[in-house]
């Protein structure tokens, strides 16, 4: 049994609770994977946990990591004890204040959960590239490599700083390290307190800037003197080694747990040595244990402070028969003679090895999480003891193209037959990733054994997959990679076995259970027969039970998650069935008792019943008959899809080579469409005899799988049993036929369209033109279906658009299709319209975020293409410069089509003087005047064709012909980047005079990273980082980019008022200087059934909360206020609005008097707002400046 | 004039009492109520159904997406303070017990057994001096007949009675068959008291959206007629039970008959929240005069003097009752 000293943590929590304790200002900026060590610390503050010195830490959230930096930085300067944490990008954007800090000898930690930084592609996960691109800055860097140490090492670390007076990074493996739950040995307050020099403290403090002591710091030095100064901190970096060390001694004193600057482990006499840092270590260690055991002499040396490199303890723990040295990079520097550990390492021995050096080869491993397992350990020692190892060589993957790559090697399994280990796949939204949590953390406290939990995720924001790694063991557990041999294997989801290979990792005589609604014959029966055969091949003993009837009987709905831990315990045995049962129903109380008996009854009834249900299948000798798995695209998918994005969805990406993928980021767009998720329940199903043709259905789409077209009676030729259609009423298509069609394998079934459709049955009101069935028995039919709906013809775009009306422009092709968004999101349906209406001559600059990972997330990607091969064209750069980087788009097309332009001019006399002036001429109005304009760069590209390649005129202007044709610019992100991260770029972009749109999809929090507080959050909604309930007003950005004048500014909300959302789009593209658009969009953040965010946007425009507006600069010249007002005064109530919501519920069941006043402050701050937007919808601006009022007055446009 | 009254076994200074309402989610307010008079203090009804709805949501909108990403295995910040469900109530009403010296009695609508039972214990364990149990719920079977409803009614109350200390008195709805019958077995499963009636939300239509929409009136002193009825017939047949009257008591007048009918105590809302607080003190002197100027010694000497039992005319509030309103309408007094 454990006790409190012990707790059931990942490293984000084990390093935090030590950071969190030892300081007394903490900076704050969420970003993957080190967002939950700040939210821990926000949590704890709000909640007015202590520090060691009795005082409650200050945690301010910045508006970037550049801005915690910054914070730090002087909080440091004025006498705190400060901290921060951070990854990757963000670790960059502090890398000028980390050289201020440690130029100044400031002691002061930033703990670092190590992430690859974004290259040809960003990526979450973890690697050393970040830590590895700020190893210049001053800061001794010291590596954790588990979850223990991440919490002893923050502890040194803290400890270190303050008496070496150089500031500490330490960094342990994003995710692997992370994220990785597990138990610990905690570090007391005692035992912190005991850590920390008092004194030093007091020494910190008396360096602070104080006007009672005044010093002057930053100054600016010439030549004469900066280079010597800059030498005068040597003796700090000098000691640094030792104090560190010293302070894991004095760690190792209080608590038996030894650490070393450099640990050696392996033969006493070892000829082959890896030399490593992070958790990787942990592998080769286990590794190198079992290859000792065979007699082989091999060892690791484990590299924890890494700055400043000490030569001397790195000699010291190297042993001298040593031979082959490989050291391994978990980062990449092209071009570089070899990665930084490498070179370290090499000019380490190079200038104090005594004798023969060894022989050292650089390996890199493991970026951005790639599995580094003990096989591939050995792959390379067996590499070392090569006649001529491999000077250069990667691990972990297959390099066809500069065989860099050592082949993976062998299966080899290290770790003992006391560990347990079980594999559990859910969906995100079943609960199995929480279960299982639970299941370690009554492991954990409940026994003694040695707990680990680490979860994978897919990339879908809907519908997402998760696979459960879960170990247990008597003795330690370092095992830092996913499972390959599990004991146990657990199905949550029925559907998973016609998609996911699960028992690919499965041992000989393992176990595997199912939820099916079968029973056991029939669940045999229904197995694909890959499955099947690995039952049979494996030996595996497989167990149904009904889950979901059970949970349904126990009154769960589909919360199958305490049904399937139940079975799991009785039938894995890791501890006593009895004991374990006993443990789930108290955790069962424990969890629920807030919410009531009813719920702990359920929950306890469905532990009783879950093993009265589970049931053996009896597995024939045979799997003969049984279908196969279905391909995972389509088969009209392109070759590179089948070979390349298919083999990614089977979850075998790791088995692609190297010359499978492209050399620099570029990926085809539109693969969404091969890819069908299935993964509604239920879909929508029309009523064309009840349908009004609003088309607000295919408006409020978040994944564009309910369309609309119109097209001629002759086109439904050959139209599939079943295929709907009438007669469209409306003008300009009245009279045509009219279809709305589901793409039923697309949608995620989240109910928006039926909501917001507003044709209801009038003898029936219940049932609507749209209603909700069953996916599965119409899923062949409604195939079928779509396909043939998608081969009738398109719309006439330019006759759509120049109509304008949402039903016209809703009949257009989206190209942005199935996202992996969540279901219901608010901020999808803003990006479909704006590929409807200017997909095809869109470019898209796209700042990091939700938008980013649905728009551009592998394997597959929405933005999609028109029947002429036209479509988006996307590019994410970053978080923080996406205005930025979307002007630059704009830069490089003007300048295309100004040289375009030119070149027309000196070749006119050969192409011919009409051609040429009705190409340079052309408006290009609307989509009618751009068609025009295509039709003519056709015919000048044939002209060109016919002229002398020789020519340099003709050679460009063929290349750049195209931009005489107009181009839509688009920048788009959420408000995380436009009001705090990315603000001063896009202010900065809006003072120019260039044709851009910037769209703003307003979530008012972080919704990517979790839902932390940005300036865009209202008063009174609780966001993390601020728990309490906002206590200021949101940013108007709107109201700071009209301040311009020349910039077009709309505030919309689709689900309130579609028409003036669609509107406003057009509006912004057609205004020719820098346009922004302020998207409401609903999120899961808010806290409530997102099928009802149409009402909540009515809501939300309706008590003044969000209200509409236009403001449009070219109503200046016309004598006219360029602000209109769309939403009319405030008629609802705020409080209703908010009430709906948990983010402001949850502030009033907190502390309901704060709630009141802060409703109160909403209720002022919108009244306010609203006045002065009425004010302003008066007033006439003179287009030479000053203001006057206005003749007549409106507040509506139309 | 003396105007105590004794209510499920509490002395109280007068029989008005403040009737379940959302008026006690405010301390202030509450304060302000005792100040003003309130001899009792009945909180809002704990509704079980929305407990376990809330639960239900937060487990669908919330916790359905909670580690279900990589970068984000939460979006809703986590706060210790974040009172759910039963905690939420049971705090207010510790609170409230703190803030005030009057009685404060408890008010539970529970829909399954092990709810009732449960919150009933935590009403008592957080302070209640009393617990009203209401028993509202909207039979919309086709297959469970009356007698199992009301069995499943007694039986319940039979449990909560064996688990708590604290009086209980049960709030009806009018609409059962046999009232007096129901509430007899309701005194012998334990019940000390009774309030009459229970007030709904009824549905209304909205004819352009086609869509119910739901809304509380404030009730009427018309509504009062029923009540008195019913408690003139009860506090005769069932002697022995407190008896309170809840809907339709606007004037001390109407305070006035409902205690002749056998109100021990008279729950007001509609009053207050039409009047303000101050119509307490108000309502309680215009009854102290009122007994005064007709020398009354006490307004014990009043109670039940008009049930049943006592009143001049029984046949008044049984069938002849109907006769006799009939008998009175002429057609000249209804303009024909």
Known sequence: MSDKSTMVVDGNEAAASVAYRLSEVIAIYPITPASPMGEFSDEWSARNCQNVWGAVPTVAEMQSEAGAAGTIHGALQAGSLATTFTASQGLLLMIPNMYKIAGELTPFVLHVAARTLATHALSIFGDHSDVMAVRQTGFAMLCSTTVQEAHDLAAVSHAATLRARVPMMHFFDGFRTSHELTRIQKLSDEQLLSLVDDELIRKHRERALTPDNPVIRGTAQNPDVFFQAREACNSYYDATPGIVAEEMEKLAVLTGRKYELFSYEGHAEAERVIIVMGSGAQTVRETVKALVAKGEKVGVLTIRLYRPFSIEHFLAKLPRSVQRIAVLDRTKEPGAIGDPLFLDVVTALTENWEGPLPKVVAGRYGLSSKEFTPRMVKAVYDELSASSPRRRFTIGIVDDVTHLSLPRGEQFDVLGKDVHQAMFFGLGSDGTVGANKNTIKIVGTETTRQVQGYFVYDSKKSGTITVSHVRFSDGLLDAPYLIEQADFVGCHQWEFVDQVDMLVTIRDGGTFLISSPYNPEETWKRFPIELAQQIIDKHVQVYVIDANAVAHEAGLGRRTNTVMQTCYFALSKVIDVEQALGNIKRTIEYTYAKKGAEIVRKNIAAVDHALANLKRVEVPSSAAGHHGRPPVVTANAPDFVKRVTATIIEGRGDLLPVSAFPIDGTWPTATTQYEKRNIALEIPVWDSSICIQCNKCTMSCPHAAIRAKVYDEPDLAGAPEGFKHTTYKAEPFKGKKYTIQVAAEDCTGCRLCVEVCPAKDKTNPRHKALDMIPQRPVRDAERERYSFFLELPEVDKKVAVAKGDVKSVQLLRPLFEFSGACAGCGETPYVKLLTQLFGDRALIANATGCTSIYGGNLPTTPYATDTNGRGPAWANSLFEDNAEFGFGFRLSVDTHQSYARQLLQRLSGQLGDELVKALLDSEQVGDGGIEEQRARVVALKDKLAGMSRDSVDVRHLSALADYLVRKSIWLLGGDGWAYDIGYGGLDHVLAQDRNVNILVLDTEVYSNTGGQASKATPIGASAKFATAGKATAKKDLGMLAMSYGHVYVARIAWGAKDAQTVKAFMEAEAHPGPSLIIAYSHCIAHGYDLSQGCNQQKLAVDSGAWPLYRFDPKRIAAGEPPLVLDSGTPKGSLREYMMNETRFRMVEKMDPKRFNKLMELAEQHAKRRTETYEQMAKLVVSAYGGTQPAVTTSTEAE | ?336
């Open chain 2, 1 to 336: 004039m003396d105007l105590s009254t004794k209510y499920l076994g509490l002395n109280l200074k007068h029989p008005l009492v403040v009737g379940a309402s959302p008026l006690v989610n405010d301390l202030d307010q509450v304060r302000r109520l005792e100040d003003a008079g309130a001899a009792a203090i009945v909180m809002q009804s704990l509704f079980e159904e929305q407990l376990l709805l809330e639960a239900a949501a937060a487990q669908a909108y919330i916790e359905v997406h909670e580690n279900a990403s990589a970068e984000a295995l939460d979006f809703i910040p986590k706060a210790s303070e974040y009172l759910l469900g039963p905690d939420e109530y049971l705090e207010q009403l510790r609170k409230v017990k703190a803030a005030v010296k009057v009685p404060v009695i408890g008010s539970l609508n529970g829909v399954t057994a092990s709810g009732w039972l449960d919150y009933a214990t935590k009403i008592e364990q957080a302070g209640a001096d009393a617990l009203e149990l209401n028993v509202y719920m909207l039979p919309s079977s086709v297959t469970e007949s009356a007698a199992v409803l009301e069995e499943r009614t007694v039986e319940m109350v039979r449990t909560v009675r064996s688990k708590v200390k604290i009086p209980v008195s049960v709030k009806l709805s009018p609409f059962y068959t046999s009232p007096v019958n129901l509430v007899s077995q309701l005194a012998a499963a334990g019940a000390d008291g009774f309030v009459v009636f229970n007030r709904f939300y009824q549905p209304d239509i909205d004819i352009e959206q086609l869509e119910v929409r739901h809304s509380l009136e404030l009730s009427t002193s018309a509504e009062l007629r029923l009540r008195l009825r019913w408690l003139a017939v009860l506090s005769a047949k069932v002697p022995g039970v407190s008896l309170a009257v809840t809907g339709g008591v606007h004037t001390a007048t109407d305070a006035l008959k409902a205690v002749m009918a056998g109100a021990n105590a008279v729950q007001s809302v509609s009053a207050i929240l039409k009047n303000g607080p101050s119509w307490l003190g108000k309502a309680r002197d215009e009854m102290a005069l009122w007994l005064e100027s007709r020398e009354y010694e006490s307004l014990g000497q009043a109670l039940g003097s008009m049930n049943l039992a006592h009143c001049p005319e029984p046949q008044a509030y049984e069938r002849g009752n109907y006769m006799r309103v009939l008998r009175t309408w002429t057609r000249t007094n209804l303009g024909w």
